[in-house]
Structures are given as C-alpha cells and as structure tokens.
C-alpha cells in the first residue's frame, strides 16, 4: 500500500494560466475525492468520484474547474484561467466502498497535497 | 446541512498535560465522525472515526474521543501530550446521504517542553 499520491507538490503560475494537478488513488479504491484547503481553514470539498463516474460537484467548483477520472484510475484536476483567489492546496483522497453489512462509511485517506501559487 | 464548530483556534499545553480539543457538530441525520490530524506541508492523517459502533473510540497514538449525542460533541483527548503531538487537527462530519466530508477550521496544537 503505497498511499495516495500527487503531483507536482507544488505549482506556482501565473494568472491567467491553465494549471493541471494529478492525483493517484490506492490501489483498489473506487472512490476519489478532490478538497481546495486555504490558509487557516479545513478542506473544502470540490467534487468526488466513483470509479469514473463524478457524482458530485460543489458550488466551489466554478467553471473554470475541471476534473476527470478515465477508466476509473487517476484523477486529473484542471484550472483555467486561474487567478489569485484559486492559491490553495488541492488535496486528493481515495476510499474503497464498504462491502454489504459492513459500517456504512468510507474512510478517506488523504495524499500529500498540491500546493499552488497564483502570482 | 452538516457543519463542524471547532472551539479554540490555537490550544497550547505542557508535555505531559492532558489534550483537550472540542468538536461540535450539526446534522440533519445520525453522522460520521472523523479527527484528522496535519503536520507542516502534508496531507491529513486519520486518527479515529466514529460510525455508531461504540461512543468511545479510540485512535492511533493514544488519542480517543468520546461520542455525546445529547451535547452534539465529539472531543477528542489524550491523557498525556508529547512534543510531536503538536500539529493541526482537524474535526469533520459526514452522513449516509453524502460522502464528501464537512470539515472544521481546525485546532493547532502546541506542546510546551
């Protein structure tokens, strides 16, 4: 089990540029998770995946914001255009759905984070 | 809608003392509970959930927490902190009905030698 990874660790851009951040789930989970988390405050959640299906989107994820899970691996989490308000860690998590009578919560485990500076 | 209060922004201890970090939470339904902890420039690292099994659930590195419907509580403990206690630790909450996580703004801990 090598955990959830990401990259780049970090990305410092300029307004105005795409940016593109990965994030490799463990092995075997079917479900992903991407969370905005900014200075001084807890995650924020963005948007989630079973396998490659997105199944939810919150309001935080403007147009700008896109994210993709082909053949229900990786996820990619793009941005367009960014600006200034989007610098933030982008956070990934992955869990595996519980099977049939097991407690009905997934346990999300987080990756190390992309740190993204916009100047 | 779900939503985690946090109580202290910054709580600071001796080595030794008991760590106390509250967690209040609202839910339309019976919740999950979660206590992450994060160091410096890394992800969040799960120290105990709660799924309604028990209402005392213990934790990875000596810390628990305790369950309270009545109180809407979930504080998380520890008898005895150590110097690499201190981080930010984070309370959230999610449901049945939605998967994604309802975080707090989160506690840094601060443990005096």
């Known amino acids: 089990d090598t955990g959830v990874s990401q990259d780049p660790r970090h990305k410092i851009t300029k307004r105005g540029q795409n940016v593109t951040f990965r994030c490799d789930p463990i092995s075997e989970h079917n479900r992903l998770y991407w969370y905005r988390q900014t200075l001084g405050q807890g995650p924020e959640f963005l948007t989630y995946?079973?396998?490659?299906?997105?199944?939810?989107k919150s309001r935080l994820l403007s147009d700008r914001f896109s994210a993709e899970r082909p053949k229900g691996s990786f996820s990619t989490l793009e941005i367009q255009r960014t600006e200034q308000g989007d610098s933030a860690m982008y956070l990934c998590a992955s869990s595996h759905i519980p099977g049939q009578g097991v407690d009905g919560t997934d346990t999300q485990y987080f990756g190390p984070g992309t740190r993204l500076t916009v100047l | 809608a779900q939503s985690v209060t946090q109580l202290g922004s910054h709580v600071s201890v001796s080595e030794g003392a008991l760590v106390l970090l509250r967690c209040n939470y609202s839910s339309s339904v019976p919740p999950y509970l979660f206590w992450y902890v994060q160091y410096p420039n890394q992800g969040l690292q799960l120290l105990l959930k709660y799924t309604s099994a028990a209402t005392l659930v213990k934790g990875i590195n000596g810390f628990e927490a305790e369950f309270k419907k009545s109180e809407t509580s979930f504080h998380l403990t520890k008898p005895s902190a150590h110097m690499s206690d201190a981080a930010e630790y984070f309370c959230a909450v999610s449901d049945s009905g939605r998967r994604a996580l309802t975080f707090g703004s989160g506690t840094r801990l601060q443990v005096q030698p």
């Open positions: 995946f079973q396998n490659e299906a997105q199944l939810e």
